[in-house]
C-alpha cells in the first residue's frame, strides 16, 4: 500500500499543536481541505494565542492532552490518517528542566507512536530537528543527512536536546520494522516566523535584535559575527509536514531548511534595515549564562534530499521572511 496520505477529506492530528509549527500546519492542512485538524497540547508551553487565529474554524478542534499519559493519545488519535508529532521540550527548556524534557521528547514519541499502531494511523511525521548533528566546534561545512552527531564542545542541554531527536527518529524507525508504521522525520533547522515565542535560542536572538533596536540600542554580535546560522521560514515548514503526508515516502529522514544560511552580523544589519535602521552592532564575548548555539565554523544545513524525498524545497528567503516576522511582532504580537 503506498505510504501516500491525501490531505483532502482526511482527519489529522497534530501532537503538541498549540505551536509555533502546529499552528502553521493546522493552518495548511485545513486550507488544502482536511476534514479535520486535531490540535492536541497540554500547553506547556503553547497557548490560546498562538492558535487564536483559527479558534472559529468548523473543521479544527482543540483537545487538552499530555503525551505522557497513552489513554489521551490512545483517544485522540482515533480515527485519524495522519499524526504529525511536534509535542518536544527545546534546548532552553532542556536546559530549565531536563527531567521533563527526557521524558517527553523520548517516553512522549514512544506513546505517540504506540497510540498510532493501536489506531492504524498511516503516516506519522516526526519534527526532528539540525540539533541532530549536534553543536560546537566539529560542526561546519554542509551537513547532509549522513553527517554524525558531534557532541564536543557544546552545552549540555543542546547536547541533551539533539540526542532526544536522534532517539525520536529512532522509534520511528523501529515502528516501520516492528509493524510496518509508514513515517517521514523532517530535521527542521531553527523556525522563525509569525507567531515566533522565545523558547528557541537563536530566534530569539532576532527578537531581542529588533527589541534593542527599537530601544535606539546597539544590536549585539557574538565575536567578529562569522557565525553561521541556518533559519527555515514557518510556513514553508508547514508546505513541507503537508508534503511529508501526501508523498509517498516513508522510512526517511531528510533535512528542511530555508534557502541559505546567514552570519549573524549579516543577519544583525538585515534587521537592522527592515527595522527601518539604527547603531551599528557592537562585539561582544560570551554572555554569561546563556545558553548559546554556536558551531566550529560556516555551515549550510542541505535540503536537496528533501526535494527527491517530498517534493520540497524553501521558497521564502529572508528577507522576506524576516520583514513577515517584523511586521507581526510590531503589531503587538510578541509571544514571552
Ligand atoms: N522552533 C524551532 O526552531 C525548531 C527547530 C527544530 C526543530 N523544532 C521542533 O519542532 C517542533 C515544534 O517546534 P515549535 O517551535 O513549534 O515548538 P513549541 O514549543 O511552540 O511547541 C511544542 C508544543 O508541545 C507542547 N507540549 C509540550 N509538552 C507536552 C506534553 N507533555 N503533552 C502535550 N503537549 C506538550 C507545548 O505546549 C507546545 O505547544 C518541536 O518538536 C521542536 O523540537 C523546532
Not at 133 to 154: I, K, N, R, W
Not at 228 to 254: I, P, Q
Amino acid at each position: 500500500m503506498s505510504a501516500a496520505v491525501p490531505i483532502q477529506g482526511n482527519r489529522f492530528c497534530i501532537v503538541g499543536g498549540a505551536s509555533l509549527v502546529g499552528s502553521a500546519t493546522a493552518s495548511e492542512l485545513l486550507d488544502h481541505g482536511a476534514a479535520e485538524v486535531v490540535l492536541f497540547d497540554n500547553f506547556a508551553f503553547g497557548s490560546e494565542a498562538a492558535i487564536a487565529h483559527l479558534k472559529d474554524h468548523p473543521r479544527l478542534r482543540l483537545v487538552r492532552g499530555d503525551v505522557m499519559r497513552l489513554s489521551d493519545l490512545l483517544r485522540v488519535t482515533e480515527g485519524m490518517a495522519g499524526v504529525l508529532q511536534l509535542a518536544a521540550y527545546m534546548t532552553l527548556s532542556m536546559d530549565r528542566d531536563p527531567w521533563g524534557g527526557l521524558d517527553v521528547n523520548i517516553r512522549g514519541v514512544q506513546n505517540a507512536l504506540e497510540a498510532c499502531r493501536a489506531n492504524q494511523v498511516r503516516k506519522v511525521v516526526f519534527a526532528s530537528s539540525n540539533a541532530a548533528y549536534g553543536y560546537g566546534p566539529g560542526v561546519a561545512g554542509d551537513l547532509v543527512e549522513s553527517t554524525p552527531f558531534h557532541s564536543q564542545g557544546a552545552p549540555p542541554a543542546a547536547i541533551l536536546y539533539g540526542a532526544t531527536k536522534i532517539i525520536g527518529e529512532q522509534l520511528c524507525r523501529d515502528a516501520f520494522r516492528k509493524w510496518g508504521q509508514d513515517y517521514v522525520v523532517l530535521r527542521y533547522s531553527t523556525v522563525y516566523g509569525e507567531r515566533q515565542h522565545h523558547r528557541a535560542a537563536n530566534a530569539l536572538y532576532i527578537i531581542e535584535t529588533l527589541e534593542k533596536l527599537r530601544r535606539g540600542e546597539a544590536p549585539e554580535i557574538f565575536g567578529d559575527g562569522s557565525e553561521t546560522k541556518h533559519f527555515v521560514y514557518v510556513g514553508d515548514l508547514a508546505r513541507a509536514n503537508r508534503l511529508a503526508f501526501e508523498s509517498a515516502a516513508s522510512d526517511v529522514a531528510v533535512n528542511t531548511s530555508g534557502p541559505a544560511p546567514i552570519t549573524t552580523r549579516d543577519l544583525v544589519l538585515l534587521v537592522t534595515e527592515l527595522a527601518g535602521g539604527g547603531p551599528a552592532p557592537k562585539s561582544v564575548g560570551h554572555a554569561a549564562g546563556k545558553v548559546r548555539l554556536t558551531s566550529g565554523g560556516a555551515f549550510r544545513i542541505a535540503h536537496e534530499a528533501a526535494q527527491a524525498a517530498i517534493g520540497w524545497q524553501p521558497e521564502v528567503d529572508m528577507r522576506e521572511g524576516l520583514r513577515r516576522l517584523i511586521a507581526w511582532l510590531d503589531s503587538g504580537n510578541d509571544r514571552r
